[in-house]
Nanobody, 112 residues
Framework: QVQLVESGGGLVQPGGSLRLSCAAS????????MAWYRQAPGQQRDMVAR???????NYADSVKGRFTISRDNAKNMVYLQMNSLEPDDTAVYYC??????WGQGTQVTVSA
């Protein structure tokens, strides 16, 4: 069965960096687009970044230039490098395949 397991969240000061990881299993990873979403309390879940099988990427306007999504098809991993973090980046971050499958989420808190 499809499994997505996120890791790497935590508490970071404004301006800091975090790297999120998502370990995928149960499907042909290299054939699918993968995405990171986030959901802040009381807010809808929004897409942050997506990476297609060929490596093309898309980003939400709010994170362009600060976040980088990447994938390692040999390891079935997708990553989200987050730099210059802001308090508004505070949310639970989810790894997703096709918005059908979701990980359990990892909390990112940006606070002084």
């Amino acid at each position: 069965q499809v499994q997505l397991v996120e890791s790497g969240g935590g508490l970071v000061q404004p301006g800091g960096s975090l790297r999120l990881s998502c370990a995928a299993s149960g499907f042909t990873f290299s054939a699918y687009a993968m995405a990171w979403y986030r959901q802040a309390p009381g807010q809808q879940r929004d897409m942050v970044a997506r990476i297609w099988p060929g490596g093309t990427t898309n980003y939400a306007d709010s994170v362009k230039g600060r976040f980088t999504i990447s994938r390692d098809n040999a390891k079935n991993m997708v990553y989200l490098q987050m730099n210059s973090l802001e308090p508004d980046d505070t949310a639970v971050y989810y790894c997703s395949r096709s918005t059908t499958y979701w990980g359990q989420g990892t909390q990112v808190t940006v606070s002084a």
